[in-house]
């Protein structure tokens, strides 16, 4: 199905004038799947992201078959689709695959369709993505959300979500997010921070240890000075906006949570030491 032909049918069934029919689902989804990284960001975010949204959790009037099949395919031909570019379109189909790949993992948590074999596999996959995404833009002109760091926390939130993700996997996981943090690429505009602190502190309530976030914090300070001498001034003061940007949001969660107050001192010290 050409995309045009599917924004409409889309279009149609979100204001009422089209009603969803079982025998047309197969056909629907696969040029949903198809068109998932479109550059039109009203089909890729309004129309199909909305629709997975509405059919999977909303609904859920995708039998588990056919979650399972998508899950196969967003793992195996959508997730590092053009992975390693920058400023390029292919970054629309990593980053929404991402958000498909949340819905079927968050209703998952609630039915228990998929193995424990299969839940990992996909934190092995996510983790990968997350490692090897550079393309970090949020909002882009003309074409919309991009997001690909918000959406793979998202992603990553419900997977840390399941009873099959065991706590000793917390610790790749939480590497995997604080390298996002420190990136002197680009700097954030679009609270990724907040994002990236959403499974972070989702590990912190299911059983990762303070400690461990402590020792990431006392790093921090050095591994600022020692990127300073290794990049350019301007990706430095990127690298910097973004490590105080966290650091404070961190600080307002941790505050609204009495068994992270450990934590607050931590903060507070990583916010006044010298860089």
């Known amino acids: 199905m050409e995309a045009m032909e599917l924004k409409e049918i889309l279009s149609e069934l979100k ?16 040029s949903m799947i198809e068109h998932i990284g479109s550059s039109d960001g009203e089909l890729r ?32 031909d959508l997730l590092l689709k053009g992975i390693g570019d920058k400023d390029t379109d292919t970054v629309f189909t990593r980053s929404f695959t991402t958000l498909l790949i949340a819905l079927i993992l968050s209703r998952d948590n609630e039915d228990d369709f998929l193995s424990q074999d ?44 399941s009873k099959k993700v065991d706590e000793k996997y917390f610790g790749e996981i939480l590497n995997a997010l604080w390298d996002k943090v420190l990136v002197s690429t680009t700097v954030y505009i679009h609270e990724e921070e907040e994002r990236i602190l959403v499974p972070i502190l989702e590990m912190l309530e299911r059983g990762l240890e303070i400690k461990e976030i402590q020792s990431l914090l006392q790093q921090m300070p050095d591994e600022l000075h020692k990127q300073k001498m290794l990049v350019k001034e301007e990706e430095y003061w990127y690298l910097y906006a973004n490590c105080k940007s966290f650091l404070k949001s961190f600080l307002i969660e941790v505050q609204k949570r009495s068994k992270l107050y450990p934590l607050q001192k931590s903060i507070e010290d990583c916010l006044e030491s010298e860089w």
């Open 15 to 30: 204001s009422g004038e089209r009603i969803w029919e079982a025998e047309e689902t197969v056909i629907i989804i696969k």
């Open 45 to 76: 975010d309004q129309l199909i992201y909305s629709w997975f949204y509405h059919l999977i959790i909303k609904k859920n009037l995708l039998d588990q078959d056919l979650l399972k099949e998508l899950l196969e395919v967003a793992l195996k």
């Open 118 to 161: 299969v839940i990992l596999q996909v934190k092995n996959k996510i983790v990968d993505y997350i490692n090897l995404e550079k393309d970090l833009r949020g909002y882009i002109p003309y074409k919309g959300w991009a997001h690909s760091v918000a959406h793979v926390a998202d992603t990553l939130d419900e997977l840390i979500k």
